[in-house]
């Protein structure tokens, strides 16, 4: 583990402490919540344990997000192959413009096809986190050093021993780069899937907007944010260990 | 032994290489070299099957290469590249273990032959061993590609301007370290390269290329004194005359001298002066000191020491193993028609006068 890792070790922990805390435990916010809303009679989310919105969102954004990953790796890879190459120009085309798509967007259209719930949010979580994971496979394998691929061809590595030897270790902090993202983005996404009523965290907010309760909301929010900061933490120290060798 | 029969190559309406037909001999330290773009590295590439031939044959130890599965054909050549092309994410041992665990080589013979190729390029194992490549000069990087090309101790080598991105020196140093090292191994070698200097220094036999054509396959001597034609004569230059001394040794064409002791009394030393018209002086451990020649008898001097004109040892003394060009060089810069020749701890092994240069 290098230094710079080492010293963002330390927040990030102090990070995740208070993202168990504030799921495990509702007092500090029926505490602080109640000194700011003093007009509200109920500022603590009562249809559902946080813990239980907290796992119901790990469960969304994890499924999406290892199928995003998997399947944007394999897809970026297949089209950086000889024999894929001709598929690469639509599959750059087709990623840069699902990026410019609304995830609402891709959520209304899921839903007519496969109902309600769980399964259409992962779906659209997987179709909007895939983009990211695709994109950067293909700028990572594509923009290494020919010379390097010539040497391994030159010493009699077959395709699958360049790929697994050589693309892949040295494009992994690229592609790790974009399954960053992807997942980041991923985590405040989720939130959309309680209007569909795939649960999560989104819950709390939805009922507080509906609900003009901004103490839900507040709730919702500051557990989404620090999910998210926490797993770009993670998955950034994970980037650069593999980055440094 | 690698035979190339009726090569060719076209890209498209490109042809890069046109009906070659060379053979390597095992052993043989084979260059290509030609103006750019005459097909040299194309030729290179399709011995290792990088590059497929359009038609022709290449044979490796009689074996059609065409008819050997790429990967393991590639195993059993080295190659290495201009770029070196390095793996970035593995230590210099990691890099030279590749062909061998591609090989499935037991951990311990890897180790102990990366250890002894380090060795060999003069880089200490324990601290380069687990260098990351971007931590090397360009120099050191090269070695390490060298050595990562003969880590399975492949019978052939396969270079492509291997030591063309580096300085001058360097690629001297590197030379020159190559050559010992291929004294010791003996491979069979196809070297490409632009620099006519460097391929009179290393080849045992050129292959002069244009536009994918052979234009002459000879010795480098023959090369520089019965160039093929015009493109060759142009193409070796108007030195081509000292070319050709580089590649030959002081030691193979000096003469017996006659020589005395410092401590020796110039009367004796002077009847051998008398005869041979000068003598070379040497202390104890046959270091040459001085020259003797008619004139200096006559200073009244005791002894030869006392009475010689001194050697300048790093300027005048010419090296057994320094080539007669550089011989040469050193005795026109310092005006002599003779100088004496030693061998590396400085005692005296002949003499080399202008006319045994010249008649070289
Ligand atoms: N992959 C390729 N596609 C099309 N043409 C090629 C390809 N590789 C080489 N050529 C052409 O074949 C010819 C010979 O190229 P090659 O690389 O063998 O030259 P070279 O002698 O090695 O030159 P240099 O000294 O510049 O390296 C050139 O005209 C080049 O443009
Ligand atoms: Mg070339």
Avoid at chain 1, 106 to 130: D, E, R, S
Avoid at chain 2, 47 to 54: E, G, I, M, Q, W
Avoid at chain 2, 173 to 184: A, V
Wanted: proline fraction near 6%; include cysteine.
């Amino acid at each position: 583990m290098t230094d710079r890792n080492r010293r963002t070790l330390i927040p990030l922990a102090a990070l995740a402490g208070l993202f168990v805390l504030l799921t495990a435990w509702m007092d500090p916010w029926r505490m602080v919540l109640s000194t700011v809303f003093p007009t509200l009679d109920k500022v603590v989310y009562p249809l559902a344990p946080f813990r239980r919105l907290v796992a119901e969102h790990i469960l969304l954004v994890g499924s999406s997000s290892i199928l995003a990953s998997t399947a944007g790796l394999c897809i970026g890879i297949a089209v950086t192959r000889q024999w894929g190459r001709e598929f690469l120009p639509a599959v750059n085309a087709l990623a840069s413009m699902g990026q410019t798509f609304p995830p609402v967007a891709v959520l209304a259209l899921a839903v007519p096809a496969v109902g309600f719930g769980f399964k259409p949010t992962v779906i659209a979580l997987f179709l909007y986190g895939l983009l990211p994971v695709l994109r950067n496979t293909i700028a990572g394998l594509q923009t290494l050093d020919p010379a390097v691929l010539e040497a391994a061809s030159g010493m009699g590595m077959n395709p699958l021993q360049i790929l697994t030897l050589v693309e892949i270790p040295l494009a992994l902090p690229v592609i790790m780069a974009g399954v960053r993202i992807s997942t980041v983005i991923n985590i405040g996404t989720a939130t959309l899937g309680a209007t569909i009523g795939a649960g999560g965290l989104g819950k709390p907010i939805i009922a507080g907007l509906i609900g003009e309760n901004p103490a839900y909301i507040i709730e919702g929010a500051v557990l989404v944010g620090l999910f998210a900061i926490l797993v770009d933490g993670v998955l950034g120290i994970v980037s650069r260990d593999r980055a440094d060798g | 032994m690698i035979e190339l029969s009726c090569v060719t190559k076209r890209y498209g309406g490109v042809t890069a290489v046109e009906e070659l037909t060379v053979t390597v001999a095992d052993g043989e330290f084979a260059v290509l070299i030609g103006p750019s773009g005459c097909g040299k590295s194309t030729t290179l590439r399709m011995v290792n099957r990088l590059v497929p031939l359009t038609s022709g044959t290449i044979r490796v130890d009689g074996t059609d290469v065409g008819s050997r599965a790429p990967e393991q054909l590639r195993r059993e050549m080295g190659y290495v590249i201009q770029s070196v092309g390095l793996f970035p994410h593995m230590t210099v041992a990691g890099n030279i273990a590749v062909v061998p665990s591609l090989l499935k080589w037991p951990r311990q013979r890897t180790e102990a032959r990366v250890d002894e190729l380090l060795d060999l390029f003069g880089l200490d194992p324990s601290s380069y061993r687990d260098k990351y490549p971007r931590q090397l000069s360009g120099g050191e990087a090269q070695r390490v590609g060298v050595a990562r090309a003969l880590a399975a101790d492949p019978s052939i080598l396969l270079m492509d301007e291997p030591f063309g991105a580096l300085d001058p020196i360097t690629r001297e140093t590197l030379q020159t370290e190559f050559s010992r090292i291929q004294r010791e191994l003996g491979k069979t070698i196809v070297f490409v390269t632009h620099d006519i200097d460097e391929a009179i220094r290393l080849a045992d036999r050129i292959v002069i290329l244009r536009e994918g054509r052979l234009i002459q396959h000879d010795t480098p001597e023959k090369i520089l004194t019965h160039p093929a034609n015009r493109f060759v004569l142009e193409f070796i230059g108007s030195d081509r005359a000292l070319k050709r001394l580089s590649r030959m040794k002081t030691s193979d064409h000096m003469r017996p001298t006659a020589s005395v002791k410092v401590m020796d009394s110039l009367a004796g030393a002077g009847a051998i002066v008398m005869r041979n018209g000068f003598a070379w002086v040497t202390c104890g451990e046959g270091v040459v000191r001085g020259r003797l020649d008619g004139q200096t008898l006559t200073g009244g001097a005791a002894t030869a020491g006392e009475a010689m004109i001194p050697v300048n040892r790093g300027l005048e003394v010419i090296p057994a193993d320094a080539s007669l060009r550089e011989a040469l060089s050193r005795m026109v810069q310092r005006g002599l028609r003779n100088a004496p020749v030693a061998d590396e701890k400085g005692r005296l092994v002949g003499e080399i006068s202008l006319e045994d240069i010249l008649e070289a």
